[in-house]
T-cell receptor
Framework: KNQVEQSPQSLIILEGKNCTLQCNYTVSPFSNLRWYKQDTGRGPVSLTIMTFSENTKSNGRYTATLDADTKQSSLHITASQLSDSASYICVVTLTNSNSGYALNFGKGTSLLVTP | EADIYQTPRYLVIGTGKKITLECSQTMGHDKMYWYQQDPGMELHLIHYSYGVNSTEKGDLSSESTVSRIRTEHFPLTLESARPSHTSQYLC???????????FGEGSRLTVL
């Protein structure tokens, strides 16, 4: 069973609107959580990283939050633009792991921003 | 932009052919990965490497091999391609297992 669950699976919003993507995880012990953006036909690119002690991290119009107690994270996109259309992937890293299996990927949320 | 490159970007081949997907990075990262990505699914680990002369198997490693003769180069070989190998293959590198992953643009393989 995947230890990182993302919702919704897909989302369509109008340009200029805000949206929030969710990531719930069961990975433990937890080192950090990253959100990646993957444009169609490209490789994923890191947007934000949060460690256990951080609650909020911003990168321009992207704001990630983390509740380590409930094992939930969200990515909020403000004033969406057409270029925000992409897949957003949540990746949770297992702590104290020296292995390629340290990274746990969600299936991603596909976001489409329409004019 | 990340300095990690994959070739070819797109490839269509027939069943039974042997293919090698190339991946090179200029960041000096020791850790490198190959992932398989299908639409709507999470990335699946195929192989990874701790550094030169180190290769480890992931969940989907049984039908492919990798080598790591140089730090910057991590090619993936399918000895006998099958239609089930049709997928997107992503190469990535990182300075440490808990660090940021830097991905290549991907190689989209279609096996007829």
């Amino acid at each position: 069973k995947n230890q990182v669950e993302q919702s919704p699976q897909s989302l369509i919003i109008l340009e200029g609107k805000n949206c929030t993507l969710q990531c719930n995880y069961t990975v433990s012990p937890f080192s950090n959580l990253r959100w990646y953006k993957q444009d169609t036909g490209r490789g994923p690119v890191s947007l934000t990283i949060m460690t256990f002690s951080e609650n909020t991290k911003s990168n321009g119009r992207y704001t990630a939050t983390l509740d380590a107690d409930t094992k939930q994270s969200s990515l909020h996109i403000t004033a969406s633009q057409l270029s925000d259309s992409a897949s957003y992937i949540c990746v949770v890293t297992l702590t104290n792991s020296n292995s390629g299996y340290a990274l746990n990927f969600g299936k991603g949320t596909s976001l489409l921003v329409t004019p | 932009e990340a300095d990690i490159y994959q070739t070819p970007r797109y490839l269509v081949i027939g069943t039974g052919k042997k293919i090698t997907l190339e991946c090179s990075q200029t960041m000096g990262h020791d850790k490198m990965y190959w992932y398989q990505q299908d639409p709507g699914m999470e990335l699946h680990l195929i192989h990874y490497s701790y550094g030169v002369n180190s290769t480890e198997k992931g969940d989907l490693s049984s039908e492919s091999t990798v080598s790591r003769i140089r730090t910057e180069h991590f090619p993936l070989t399918l000895e006998s391609a099958r239609p089930s190998h049709t997928s997107q293959y992503l190469c990535a590198s990182t300075p440490g297992f808990t660090g940021e992953l830097f991905f290549g643009e991907g190689s989209r393989l279609t096996v007829l």
